[in-house]
């Protein structure tokens, strides 16, 4: 079975192809009796049991705009979207020709795509209408069964690519990214239940924050981590929320950055934040790095092993999202978990952030599963929503 996945939620358009295999119909499928492959899986049809089947990426193009938006600091929903535009026909052809997937004649061969995924929420309204109209548009145009996929949960499937072990389950993940912090509990690939939530900022939001008051370039997880790999990380203390239960914020972290910053620079709290970083040295700007990303790293990890506590039949331990590219956080967790009986899973590097072969990996276990197709003429787009 191979699925086109589209992703287009943010700032990164990206598509690949998924090849997987169908277990329990492989056999059949070898025999010829069902050759329409597209058709069986819009039946829907359950075809295997929790915990089995495997799926590769035979290609994984994503263009990212980060150029554009280091220019301004952040994404602007309005430039993501028309980038988009242009990028999205060119990524998918792109995605094609890496697998194999081209006629002579140069154009794509749809004869060997089983299904189309695409992301439709959450994420910025214009950037998903992008991908979901192109997703849509072709699997009419090539009688395709479509497939809506959550973001979360293509984040939490980047962790079955080129896995050298795949999670086992119950599991409990902390997806981390620019949007989203939680921790999901997962009895199987297709049950979430959001055990905890931050009730303010995302934990990858407040890098970039903080990196702007630093003067550190966007996207702010990895400048912060750079500026932060030269610095004195006990050099300031930085407050712990004290937040019930398994929810996070870190609104107040990231002002009492800025509080931080504006007494070391001595001037009031009404001076301009944007301004502070020409009054900063550079080992001050290391040091407020290094002492932010720890803060933040443990503000996190303190609630895994909540979590854990909470839910001791837990066998694996995922991260996801963009933040889970970070470095010290891969190393912390490994020290900081390892009492617990189960395995720690962190995504590729590559795969952490926003892909579309996390899509399509998603798409296959639905598929797996039994998840009816979507009507690609009613498929919605949801900007802000919790997992399905
Ligand atoms: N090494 C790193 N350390 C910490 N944060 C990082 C690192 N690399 C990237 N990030 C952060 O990850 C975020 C981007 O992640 P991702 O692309 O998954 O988010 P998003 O797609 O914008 O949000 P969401 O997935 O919630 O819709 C940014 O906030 C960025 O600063
Ligand atoms: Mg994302």
């Known amino acids: 079975m191979r699925i086109l996945a589209i992703e287009s939620?943010?700032?990164?358009?990206?598509?690949?192809?998924?090849?997987?295999?169908?277990p329990e119909r492989a056999e059949e499928l070898e025999k010829g009796k069902n050759t329409k492959k597209s058709k069986e899986i819009e039946k829907g049809e359950k075809v295997k049991k929790s915990g089995r089947g495997s799926a590769k990426l035979k290609s994984n193009i994503v263009v990212s705009q980060i150029d554009i938006f280091k220019e301004y600091g952040g994404v602007i929903p309005e430039v993501a979207a028309r980038s988009h535009l242009?990028?999205?026909?060119?990524?998918?052809?792109?995605?094609?020709?890496?697998?194999g997937l081209k006629l002579e004649n140069g154009k794509n061969n749809w004869d060997e795509i089983d299904a189309v995924a695409v992301t439709n929420t959450p994420g910025l309204l214009g950037s998903l209408l992008v991908g979901t109209l192109t997703a849509r548009t072709m699997a009419i145009l090539h009688e395709k069964p479509l497939y809506a996929v959550h973001?979360?949960?293509?984040?939490?499937?980047?962790?079955?690519?080129?896995a050298e072990k795949l999670p086992e389950f119950p599991l409990i993940s902390l997806v981390i990214s620019g949007g989203h912090t939680q921790i999901i509990r997962m009895e199987d690939e297709e049950s979430f239940e959001i055990v905890g939530t931050t009730l303010d900022d995302a934990v990858g939001e407040c890098f970039d924050k903080v990196a702007k008051i630093l003067g550190l370039e966007y996207p702010g997880?990895?400048?912060?981590?750079?500026?932060?790999?030269?610095?004195?990380a006990e050099k300031y203390k930085l407050p712990h929320p004290k937040i019930e239960g398994l929810d996070f914020s870190f609104s107040g972290l990231k002002t009492a950055v800025l509080r931080a910053v504006q007494k070391e620079a001595k001037v009031p709290i009404s001076y301009p934040s944007h301004e502070l970083k020409n009054l900063l040295t550079e080992k001050q700007v290391d040091d407020f790095s290094a002492s932010f990303e720890k803060t933040a790293i443990e503000i996190l990890l303190e609630k895994v092993k909540k979590a854990l506590k909470m839910y001791p039949e837990t066998r694996s331990i995922l991260f996801a999202g963009g933040v889970s590219a970070n470095e010290n956080l891969r190393k912390m967790a490994e020290k900081t978990l390892n009492y617990a009986s189960c395995d720690i899973f962190f995504p590729k590097r590559e795969f952490s952030g926003d892909n579309a072969g996390m899509v399509g990996m998603a798409a296959y276990y639905e598929i797996l599963s039994g998840k009816k197709p979507t009507d690609p003429?009613?498929?919605?787009?949801?900007p802000r929503s919790e997992i399905a």
């Open 86 to 99: 242009e990028a999205v026909l060119p990524v998918i052809d792109k995605a094609f020709s890496e697998a």
């Open 377 to 382: 003429r009613s498929l919605k787009v949801i």
């Open 221 to 232: 997880g990895p400048s912060v981590s750079r500026a932060g790999a030269d610095g004195d």
């Open 151 to 162: 973001h979360l949960k293509s984040h939490i499937f980047s962790n079955w690519i080129e």
């Open 9 to 22: 939620s943010c700032d990164e358009t990206a598509a690949a192809i998924v090849e997987g295999e169908i």
